[in-house]
């Protein structure tokens, strides 16, 4: 990467509120009673624990002494561990809800990996942010996975996902990510059917993924395209568009099964084809005759740009060093390097980075994109020593 220069350095119904893309279909659930009061604005605040003096006094034998990271020491061969934030401290999540996340906490996702012909266990870990997540929560979360990464000897590549901005690979762990309104702190309250609000759910399939959102109760949302599921409660409706294809309808006739079983039979649902559906149907009845505006998802026009954090002059400087492409040339060991490809911010540290560099490079990364137009993009933070093939796929 460059030569090293020498310097001195100083159980509920499902719902949908937002899409995210997955291997299968992507739902959000709904728990009545369970929604904080207030829609927190987290990425207009700084990352203020990360790189602070709470992330600096986290050392070898604080790590040691966390109750949640024993189990990673039994680990020998892949597997996925989820942890959520309560209450300033890291509670294990339970594995039959693994895929499952409220919106109002945030988690640490830990993913254990072996490389082809190499006995050696690697590491990728996470800590996502749920869009109603207080700054205390994402802060602890963002802290303790330094402390995780001291406790397996900085050997992890750290990740930050945002709910609606997961990451490819954090997506291949779970086959379905399901996620709720709510969080530890509003309790849980079980809801019968019949007290249900109704939903209107849409099904679209996006490539290779079938995207699950919930859209505006409204008979004008209905779409000849897609398939729709209207979830009443105790009945429900999948409303399959003339235009509609097969993956769009299988994964909406999985979800129709999926509650009939957790409603116990409860729930009488029916397929309905747009073609074959009467205008005095109950659907549309039940759908209220409103306006409705479609939403759709641009990719931004973002020249990928380079950029140094340096410390070398005596003061932390933050500049640009190559826009359009990102030179490997121009990397070097001695500071920390981030590319901002508009979908994605990788983050590099140099191995003679300094400590100052190396602890503010995440908050640096953060501060930087709360000011672009793509502020919840991932970001993904590693080492000169570590591999990571969509980091190598970004330099040229």
């Known amino acids: 990467m460059g030569n090293i220069k020498s310097k001195t350095k100083g159980k509920t119904d499902c719902v949908v509120e937002e899409t995210i893309e997955s291997k299968q279909v992507i739902s959000e659930q709904s728990t ?60 294990n999540w339970p594995k039959e809800d ?19 012909d190499s006995p050696e266990l690697f590491y990728d870990v996470h800590f996502w942010i749920g869009k109603r997540s207080t700054q205390d929560e994402y802060g602890t979360a963002a802290y303790k996975t330094v402390e995780l990464d001291t406790f397996l000897d ?47 759910l849409h099904f679209h399939s996006s490539g290779k993924h079938v995207e699950l959102v919930e859209v505006k109760l409204s008979k ?34 999985q979800f129709l099964q999926h509650l009939e079983s957790e409603r116990n039979g409860r729930c009488k649902t029916e397929v309905l084809d747009e073609d074959d559906t009467p205008s005095t ?23 990928k740009c380079l950029y140094r954090l340096s410390d070398e002059s005596g003061k932390m400087t933050f500049s640009l060093v190559s826009e359009g492409t990102a030179p490997k040339a121009m990397l070097n060991n001695n500071d920390v390097f981030m590319i901002d490809n508009g979908k994605h911010m990788f983050v590099y540290i140099g191995s003679a980075a300094s400590q100052e560099e190396k602890k503010n490079a995440m908050a ?4 930087y994109l709360k000011d672009t137009n793509h502020p919840l993009i991932g970001i993904t933070c590693l080492q000169s020593s570590q591999h990571c093939k969509e980091f190598d796929l970004e330099l040229n």
């Open 32 to 91: 009545a009673g369970m929604i904080k009061p207030k829609n927190y604005d987290w990425k207009d605040s700084n990352l203020a624990l990360f790189g602070s003096d709470t992330e600096k006094s986290v050392k070898k034998t604080s790590a040691e002494t966390e109750p949640a990271w024993q189990s990673v020491k039994a680990a020998t061969t892949p597997t996925v561990f989820v942890w959520r934030i309560e209450k300033f401290k890291v509670a």
């Open 98 to 116: 693994y895929g499952k996340f409220y919106n109002g906490d945030s988690y640490i996702i830990l993913n254990v990996k072996k490389e082809e």
């Open 154 to 200: 900085d050997k992890a590549i750290q990740h930050r996902e945002v709910q609606g901005f997961e990451s490819d690979l954090f997506k291949t762990y779970f086959p379905i990510i399901t996620i709720m309104k709510g969080g530890c702190d509003s309790g849980f309250r079980h809801v019968e059917p019949e007290k249900y609000e109704p939903r209107l």
């Open 220 to 253: 004008k949302a209905l779409d000849s395209g897609d398939v729709f599921i209207l979830d009443n409660g105790l009945e429900a409706f999948q409303w399959n568009g003339k235009l509609s294809n097969i993956k769009e309808k299988n994964q909406a006739a």
């Open 281 to 303: 149907h109950a659907i549309y009845k039940l759908l209220p005759d409103v306006p409705y505006t479609k939403h759709t998802t641009k990719d931004l026009a973002v020249t």
């Open 364 to 367: 640096y990364a953060h501060n």
